[in-house]
T-cell receptor, first 114, second 114 residues
Framework: AQSVTQPDIHITVSEGASLELRCNYS??????LFWYVQSPGQGLQLLLK??????LVQGIKGFEAEFKRSQSSFNLRKPSVHWSDAAEYFC????????????FGKGTHLIIQP | NAGVTQTPKFQVLKTGQSMTLQCAQD?????MSWYRQDPGMGLRLIHY???????DQGEVPNGYNVSRSTTEDFPLRLLSAAPSQTSVYFC?????????????FGQGTRLTVV
């Protein structure tokens, strides 16, 4: 069965510093990978997705992620964080596509220090 | 364009009470699903539907019922609420499954069972 591991429950970063959130997945076939963000009291917003092709994908809000098949990883990065990036971030793998096929990691809570 | 709409946003129930969480989408999506989000657990799939009249169980279906009488609506019913069902519930929809399919999420319903 597929699984997603986000090793960091909480991460604290200073405003303006760079960010990397880790995500490792377990899935036998080529995965479809996603990063979602949940701002306080809000729903889930898709940041970016990987289906195939270029392993470095660009998303919204200045985020990017790199798919590394050899490491089964899909880490999320941002060169300079803003206070508004404080949120919960979820990595997900999609085994069949669509609203019912997502397996989520447990999330990483990002705290931004002034 | 409302997307996925969930009502209510907040609800407090007593143990044993019943209620229905509403989910509606206006994108004519065939696939709809319900997830629950618990601290440190990420999101877990409760039930899903691949079209009107068709539903199936996800990872954590016990204590919940669903039906899909129309393409637009996918209500989630708690017949006898239990404290273990205290959670944040998200409804999602997608056009189909497969490559380049994106799931759209509602804003969530925060349910507390006392």
């Amino acid at each position: 069965a597929q699984s997603v591991t986000q090793p960091d429950i909480h991460i604290t970063v200073s405003e303006g510093a760079s960010l990397e959130l880790r995500c490792n997945y377990s899935y036998g076939a080529t995965p479809y990978l996603f990063w979602y963000v949940q701002s306080p009291g809000q729903g889930l917003q898709l940041l970016l997705k990987y289906f195939s092709g270029d392993t470095l994908v660009q998303g919204i809000k200045g985020f990017e992620a790199e798919f590394k098949r050899s490491q089964s990883s899909f880490n999320l990065r941002k060169p300079s964080v803003h206070w508004s990036d404080a949120a919960e971030y979820f990595c997900a793998v999609d085994t069949g596509g669509g609203a019912d096929g997502l397996t989520f990691g447990k999330g990483t809570h990002l705290i931004i220090q002034p | 364009n409302a997307g996925v709409t969930q009502t209510p946003k907040f609800q407090v129930l007593k143990t044993g009470q019943s209620m229905t969480l509403q989910c509606a989408q206006d994108m004519n999506h065939e696939y709809m699903s319900w997830y629950r989000q618990d601290p440190g657990m990420g999101l877990r799939l409760i039930h899903y539907s691949v079209g009107a009249g068709i539903t199936d169980q996800g990872e954590v279906p016990n204590g919940y019922n669903v039906s899909r009488s129309t393409t637009e609506d996918f209500p989630l019913r708690l017949l006898s609420a239990a404290p273990s069902q205290t959670s944040v519930y998200f409804c999602a929809s997608s056009r189909d499954r497969g490559v380049n399919t994106e799931a759209f999420f509602g804003q969530g319903t925060r349910l507390t069972v006392v």
